[in-house]
């Protein structure tokens, strides 16, 4: 699937991949387009095979701090303020334990007998470390580490971080005396040349062990960032190593949560980007990475591709697959079956990476065929490969109308990036430009290349 690798329609941010058996899941809090409040009432679990990550299932949701129209609350002690974020689920002993953080209350522990939940209460946190470092209870952004060993760390904190060692028997009790704080220091060491903004811990903490080293994922400073730090140690302390994905690169970022998981052979990272111009409208992304021998992972870009390996030019693609989206344009829903790019002015660039338009044949041309909503101008879509400064291969013609608009573009062989670079004749207006500046042009919903 390409990104986002859940149907569109789904709003899964904070994603946590863990992977069990034969399926990787997918456990994450849950946004609703266009709201104006980070998550809901609900925590939720997709899972695919590892041998098919095109062939995603829903399991519905999984804890509940509010009753609705199928489901009791499973948490007796919340109320309207108390919304799910960013859960974690680990294995141990053959269960499955799902760590939630409950806003404005206490958070909780509960199990199931399979790693799709639904998930029953245990029990909210039991433990003597200070409020203060725990947040009355919240445990902000619970990461749970299961060790070889078979101790159990949980791993917390906004703008703060600490950890602290689980009782392995219950789950839920928190020993006491185990508390670690700042598992991420306040400061880099200043050996490592970098700065306090792109190391300093804000949330999303998530550990893993790969070998034998401990890696901790976070948010940093740099919010739109998925940062990470190794330790040889599972106490820590973590030494801060650089960052995996920016959701703010050509595109209107906002905060970042998610994790890292070894598909198949293949590690990938997980995160989330924002929609409807708001930065609590969040979809599920991923990208491939690399763990490279000295436990480094080099920075990915963001693409269109999600677990695909190129794009099919000569398929339909919805434009919400843009991973370029600059100059005011932004991805909207305007219901579960129609999401478009929206708010195209004079100089916006919408990129898609990246297409495989095949061998060389016997053709010299292509047509570019796209469904936009008009709104009443007219522009010109310029078609570049390779950037938005890259080679352009055709320009299309909006016009006033909804419909079909069609351009000639050269033929293009290989693998490339498509960008889509909008301008106007309006600023040849004079004194009348200003009439234009800034107004929507289009909409686009989806486009194809045939040859």
């Not at 899941?25 to 387009?33: C, W």
């Not at 839920?172 to 700065?195: A, M, Q, S, W």
């Not at 297409?355 to 008009?374: H, N, P, Q, R």
């Not at 080679?391 to 693998?415: F, L, M, P, Y």
């Amino acid at each position: 699937m390409p990104n986002p690798y859940l149907p569109p329609w789904e709003y899964i941010p904070d994603g946590e991949p863990r992977v069990f058996g034969d399926r990787v899941y997918v456990y994450g809090s849950h946004d609703e387009a266009g709201s104006d409040h980070f998550c809901d009432y609900v925590l939720k679990c997709w899972s695919a095979p590892i041998n098919n990550l095109n062939d995603w299932t829903c399991h519905g949701d999984i804890f509940h701090t509010r009753a609705d129209r199928d489901h009791s609350s499973d948490t007796d002690w919340t109320d309207e303020r108390c919304r799910l974020f960013a859960p974690d689920v680990v294995e141990k002993d053959g269960k499955y334990y799902l760590f939630a953080y409950i806003v404005n209350a206490k958070g909780c522990v509960a199990v199931s007998d399979r790693p799709e939940g639904p998930f029953k209460l245990i029990a909210p946190y039991k433990y003597t470390i200070s409020d203060e470092i725990c947040c009355n209870g919240c445990f902000i952004d619970p990461g749970v580490l299961v060790d070889d060993d078979g101790r159990v760390y949980i791993y917390c904190g906004f703008e703060r971080s600490f950890l602290a060692e689980i009782n392995g028997d219950n789950m839920y009790e928190v020993l006491d005396n185990t508390c670690i704080e700042h598992f991420i220091p306040v400061k880099p060491r200043e050996e490592d040349g970098f700065t306090e903004e792109e190391s300093f811990f804000f949330e999303a903490a998530s550990p893993r062990k790969v070998g034998d080293t401990y890696y901790m994922i976070y948010s940093p400073k740099r919010g739109s960032r998925l940062a990470y730090a190794t330790s040889d140690s599972p106490t820590g302390p973590f030494r801060y190593r650089g960052y995996i994905v920016d959701n703010g690169v050509d595109y209107p970022g906002g905060n970042n949560h998610g994790s890292i998981a070894c598909i198949n052979g293949q590690w990938y990272v997980f995160y989330h980007r924002m929609t409807n111009r708001t930065i609590m409208s969040r979809r599920g992304c991923v990208e491939k990475i690399e763990i490279l021998p000295d436990g480094t992972i080099p920075t990915v870009e963001m693409t269109s591709l999600g677990f695909e390996g190129s794009l099919l030019p000569y398929r339909i693609t919805p434009a919400e697959y843009a991973c370029v989206l600059k100059n005011g344009p932004y991805v909207t829903e305007k219901n579960e079956f129609n999401r478009v790019v929206t708010n195209i002015r004079d100089g916006s660039i919408l990129g898609y990476k990246y297409f495989d338009f095949g061998e060389d044949d016997s053709s010299k041309t292509m047509e570019l065929s796209a469904e936009v909503i008009g709104l009443g101008c007219d522009a010109t879509i310029h078609i570049l490969i390779d950037g938005e400064d890259g080679e352009e291969i055709g320009t299309c013609q909006v016009g006033r109308d909804s419909g079909i608009v069609r351009a000639i573009v050269n033929k293009v062989t290989g693998r490339h990036s498509v960008f889509f670079k909008i301008t106007t004749h309006y600023k040849e207006l004079g004194w009348m430009a200003g009439y234009f500046e800034g107004k929507c042009l289009f909409e686009l919903k989806s486009f194809v290349f045939m040859k």
